[in-house]
């Protein structure tokens, strides 16, 4: 009886981290579209409508913005809180381009770091508990739209 207890078990756990998995991989991240989330705000209109913006919290207290194109193409991401947003999980497929550019441009620098790719551009920087950064799509801005909007 008990093995099969175990079993039963096994097999919730299993199905619990395949739909964890499934459901983080259905959030946004750059490149992806803004669909409608838990815990974020409405997208805001920007720049007569060149961007949309929508605003979350994430489990670290820190606020992140989301731009996208009018399309819903997500194209940039701001932050600034007293913890480190998973970049990895913003950045989704660029994360690796953005791994090789760190990797390359280590200049031992722990408070400020610059990677510019030619598919993704990432910013970060800020004292311990106050960190602030931006990850952008350089060829996915939109017409008349610069990295400057992106705050």
């Given at each position: 009886?008990?093995?099969?207890?175990?079993?039963?078990?096994?097999?919730?756990?299993?199905?619990?981290?395949?739909?964890?998995?499934?459901?983080?991989?259905?959030?946004?991240?750059?490149?992806?579209?803004?669909?409608?989330?838990?815990?974020?705000?409405?997208p805001?209109s920007?720049?007569?409508?060149?961007?949309?913006?929508?605003?979350?919290?994430?489990?670290?207290?820190?606020?992140?913005?989301?731009?996208?194109?009018?399309?819903?193409?997500?194209?940039?991401?701001t932050?600034?809180?007293?913890?480190?947003?998973?970049?990895?999980?913003?950045?989704?497929?660029?994360?690796?381009?953005?791994?090789?550019?760190?990797?390359?441009?280590?200049?031992?620098?722990?408070?400020?770091?610059?990677?510019?790719?030619?598919?993704?551009?990432?910013?970060?920087?800020?004292?311990?508990?106050?960190?602030?950064?931006?990850?952008?799509?350089?060829?996915?801005?939109?017409?008349?739209?610069?990295?400057?909007?992106?705050?």
């Amino acid at each position: 009886m008990p093995q099969i207890h175990s079993f039963r078990l096994l097999g919730t756990l299993a199905i619990a981290v395949a739909s964890l998995c499934s459901s983080a991989n259905a959030c946004a991240q750059l490149g992806g579209v803004m669909a409608p989330r838990a815990g974020m705000s409405a997208p805001q209109s920007l720049l007569n409508g060149a961007l949309r913006l929508r605003t979350s919290t994430d489990a670290g207290n820190t606020t992140i913005n989301e731009y996208g194109t009018s399309s819903g193409e997500i194209v940039a991401y701001t932050w600034q809180g007293p913890t480190m947003p998973d970049l990895a999980a913003l950045l989704g497929k660029y994360a690796g381009s953005y791994r090789a550019g760190a990797a390359a441009a280590a200049d031992g620098n722990l408070h400020a770091s610059r990677v510019v790719r030619p598919d993704v551009i990432v910013e970060s920087g800020g004292p311990m508990r106050g960190y602030a950064g931006r990850a952008w799509l350089p060829g996915a801005l939109p017409p008349g739209v610069t990295a400057d909007d992106l705050r």
